[in-house]
């Protein structure tokens, strides 16, 4: 997956941006007002001057005269007006100059309805009473509040093919939202809506009492036909239901219209593990970036129908009866190792289907072409009892990509097996027979000195041992340059709403590249976390308290200046 990088899904709700920016600067008397606004995505603000020569005004955003499409354009008569998307990096700087004398002031820019204007696939996951229902989609927002569009469901109600959808969705100013879908029939769909990196990606969680669900809202970047936009090796993820996640299985799957080939495709199902030494299917391509792929493992085929986010990378979902798996396909781009630092991530199910959650940082090594070495610390909260381990171990290499390593973990020894999907990125699933299975990837990685300033949204998938319920949290913090947190978590534990006002603290770990994060979640309670850095403003987390099994995502909104 892009971003969040997840077979396994994670979510949560949140607080009002900031809303100010820092004053504005002038020289000899000469001033820009106000000096600072809170414009939100797609409006306009009016700014001025006061003092000054009285020469003709040149105006400018960021150093920009006129402004940009990213951080906002600006009139010669100072008429601001804001993005669609709030810029990477705020507030944005306003310059008035007089010929003589400068000035500025400062804009934050905040979501609004225009931050979802066009194209999107979306994939959702629901339990309601221990029963998955699987959706995935193509809908349209117009920037105003609506949506339409057309679904694919399967589940409890039964199997829904190209449904017309239509619906509304609502983005407050920090990002967090709501987003209905209607598929008449096939029922609706309440979820809680957060955009991250801007707008290129979203989080769905469940929004309606009763029910646990997680998903993803990817922008749609490219169109496929039924020719030759889908060809070559692509790795294949898939899963059960994110929230109790219990057949997993990976591979690399060669397209090459209308046939599928494949071999070595690995299957984790409830810890009975299998290697399939050959895979067979076809696939054909529709309207509306919509398809349809059937995979033959062993004697038993498989029928998925997908929904194109561009041509590298499609979202599937199982339409068999009772069959629960979701799934991604993406261009494998590389079938090597690259040396550096990763971090690995994994949840799922230990040892009598425990949940597990499993992270480890470290570095890897390619010895060769088929060979390496990895020297990790590892985290693991398995069925809420909280461990690491310092450990070296090596892998072996195919050369469709597909890896395998023995790996000492806190809870015992394990295999893995992994897919590189890209440079630095692969797919892993647990191998280790009876152990149980754990889906997540392997990240290269980059390690900043601190984590950047800014507003970031928080999405874990969690479960409590003692009642077996799972759930998911999604918030959204502000984190100051002294890495005090702020803000605001909505938790959905076995389908009962909470909303929390949060604060903390982080600060650098012991391990090179993690950091701590301390959560108070109020009544005395707090959330303790250990977090790696998978990229500037990008970071994976894992709960270390041993109460809960919580493992997630902490993923940049924008950062501040």
Same mark, same amino acid.
């Given at each position: 997956?892009?971003?969040? !990088?997840?077979?396994?899904?994670?979510?949560?709700?949140?607080?009002?941006?900031?809303?100010?920016?820092?004053?504005?600067?002038?020289?000899?008397?000469?001033?820009?007002?106000?000096?600072?606004? =809170?414009?939100?995505?797609?409006?306009?603000?009016?700014?001025?001057?006061?003092?000054?020569?009285?020469?003709?005004?040149?105006?400018?955003?960021?150093?920009?005269?006129?402004?940009?499409?990213?951080?906002? $354009?600006?009139? #010669?008569?100072?008429?601001?007006?804001?993005?669609?998307?709030?810029?990477?990096?705020?507030?944005?700087?306003?310059?008035?100059?007089?010929?003589?004398?400068?000035?500025?002031?400062?804009?934050?820019?905040?979501?609004?309805?225009?931050?979802?204007?066009?194209?999107?696939?979306?994939?959702?996951?629901?339990?309601?009473?221990?029963?998955?229902?699987?959706?995935?989609? *193509?809908?349209?927002?117009?920037?105003?509040?609506?949506?339409?569009?057309?679904?694919?469901?399967?589940?409890?109600?039964?199997?829904?093919?190209?449904?017309?959808?239509?619906?509304?969705?609502?983005?407050?100013?920090?990002?967090?939202?709501?987003?209905?879908? /209607?598929?008449?029939?096939?029922?609706?769909?309440?979820?809680?809506?957060?955009?991250?990196?801007?707008?290129?990606?979203?989080?769905?969680?469940?929004?309606?009492?009763?029910?646990?669900?997680?998903?993803?809202?990817?922008?749609? $970047?490219?169109?496929?036909?039924?020719?030759?936009?889908?060809?070559?090796?692509?790795?294949?993820?898939?899963?059960?239901?994110?929230?109790?996640?219990?057949?997993?299985?990976?591979?690399?799957?060669?397209?090459?219209?209308?046939?599928?080939?494949?071999?070595?495709?690995?299957?984790?199902?409830?810890?009975? +593990?299998?290697?399939?030494?050959?895979?067979?299917?076809? +696939?054909?391509?529709?309207?509306?970036?919509?398809? /349809?792929?059937? *995979?033959?493992?062993?004697?038993?085929? +498989?029928?998925?129908?997908?929904?194109?986010?561009?041509?590298?990378?499609?979202?599937?979902?199982?339409?068999?009866?009772?069959?629960?798996?979701?799934?991604?396909?993406?261009?494998?781009?590389?079938?090597?190792?690259?040396?550096?630092?990763?971090?690995?991530?994994?949840?799922?199910?230990?040892?009598?289907?425990?949940?597990?959650?499993?992270?480890?940082?470290?570095?890897?090594?390619?010895? =060769?072409?088929?060979?390496?070495?990895?020297?990790?610390?590892?985290?693991?909260?398995?069925?809420?009892?909280?461990?690491?381990?310092?450990?070296?171990?090596?892998?072996?290499?195919?050369?469709?990509?597909?890896?395998? $390593?023995?790996?000492?973990?806190?809870?015992?020894?394990?295999?893995?097996?992994?897919?590189?999907?890209?440079?630095?990125?692969?797919?892993?699933?647990?191998?280790?027979?009876?152990?149980? /299975?754990?889906?997540?990837?392997?990240?290269?990685?980059?390690?900043?000195?601190?984590?950047?300033?800014?507003?970031?949204?928080?999405? %874990?998938?969690?479960?409590?041992?003692?009642?077996?319920?799972?759930?998911?949290?999604?918030?959204?913090?502000?984190?100051?340059?002294? #890495?005090?947190?702020?803000?605001?978590?909505?938790?959905?534990?076995?389908?009962?709403?909470?909303? *929390?006002?949060?604060?903390?603290?982080?600060?650098?770990?012991? %391990?090179?590249?993690?950091?701590?994060?301390?959560?108070?979640?109020?009544?005395?309670?707090?959330?303790? +976390?250990?977090?790696?850095?998978?990229?500037?403003?990008?970071?994976?987390?894992? !709960?270390?308290? /041993?109460?809960?099994?919580?493992?997630?995502?902490?993923?940049?909104?924008?950062?501040?200046?």
């Amino acid at each position: 997956m892009n971003s969040l !990088r997840w077979s396994v899904v994670v979510l949560v709700f949140g607080a009002l941006a900031a809303c100010g920016g820092s004053s504005g600067s002038s020289t000899g008397g000469f001033s820009v007002l106000p000096a600072s606004a =809170s414009v939100p995505a797609g409006a306009s603000q009016q700014f001025s001057t006061t003092g000054g020569s009285g020469g003709m005004l040149t105006w400018s955003v960021n150093g920009v005269t006129g402004g940009s499409a990213g951080t906002g $354009t600006i009139t #010669g008569s100072g008429l601001y007006t804001a993005p669609s998307v709030p810029p990477t990096t705020q507030p944005v700087t306003i310059t008035a100059s007089d010929g003589a004398s400068t000035a500025s002031a400062q804009a934050t820019v905040t979501y609004s309805d225009k931050s979802l204007n066009g194209s999107f696939v979306f994939h959702f996951s629901e339990l309601l009473g221990g029963n998955a229902t699987n959706a995935v989609g *193509l809908i349209t927002a117009d920037g105003n509040g609506n949506i339409t569009g057309t679904e694919d469901v399967n589940g409890t109600n039964g199997q829904f093919s190209q449904v017309a959808v239509t619906g509304h969705y609502s983005l407050s100013a920090n990002g967090l939202g709501s987003l209905t879908i /209607n598929g008449g029939s096939a029922g609706a769909l309440s979820m809680t809506l957060n955009l991250i990196f801007g707008a290129e990606q979203g989080i769905l969680t469940d929004a309606s009492s009763g029910a646990v669900g997680a998903g993803n809202l990817y922008p749609q $970047t490219g169109q496929v036909t039924a020719g030759g936009d889908l060809s070559g090796p692509y790795t294949f993820s898939f899963g059960a239901s994110q929230l109790a996640p219990n057949d997993n299985g990976i591979g690399v799957l060669n397209l090459s219209s209308p046939s599928i080939t494949g071999t070595n495709f690995d299957e984790n199902n409830g810890g009975a +593990y299998t290697l399939y030494s050959s895979v067979t299917g076809s +696939y054909t391509v529709g309207s509306g970036n919509r398809g /349809n792929l059937t *995979l033959t493992l062993g004697t038993t085929s +498989y029928h998925y129908v997908f929904y194109a986010v561009s041509p590298q990378q499609l979202e599937l979902m199982c339409t068999d009866t009772g069959c629960s798996d979701t799934g991604e396909l993406d261009a494998q781009s590389t079938q090597a190792v690259v040396s550096g630092n990763y971090v690995i991530m994994g949840i799922g199910n230990g040892t009598g289907q425990t949940p597990d959650a499993w992270m480890a940082t470290g570095s890897v090594t390619s010895t =060769s072409g088929t060979n390496g070495s990895l020297n990790l610390t590892q985290f693991e909260n398995n069925n809420g009892v909280y461990a690491t381990l310092t450990n070296a171990s090596t892998y072996t290499l195919q050369t469709n990509g597909r890896g395998v $390593t023995d790996i000492t973990t806190p809870a015992g020894a394990r295999t893995f097996v992994f897919n590189i999907q890209s440079v630095g990125y692969w797919n892993l699933l647990e191998k280790s027979s009876g152990f149980g /299975n754990i889906s997540g990837f392997a990240s290269a990685t980059q390690s900043p000195a601190s984590i950047p300033a800014g507003q970031y949204v928080l999405l %874990t998938v969690n479960q409590t041992p003692a009642s077996s319920v799972a759930g998911t949290t999604q918030g959204i913090l502000q984190i100051s340059a002294s #890495g005090q947190v702020t803000g605001q978590e909505q938790v959905n534990s076995g389908g009962s709403l909470s909303t *929390l006002q949060v604060s903390g603290s982080i600060t650098v770990g012991t %391990t090179a590249g993690t950091y701590s994060m301390t959560l108070n979640l109020g009544g005395g309670l707090t959330a303790n +976390y250990i977090m790696a850095v998978v990229a500037p403003g990008e970071l994976t987390l894992l !709960r270390t308290d /041993n109460t809960n099994v919580d493992a997630g995502d902490l993923a940049v909104q924008y950062q501040t200046q």
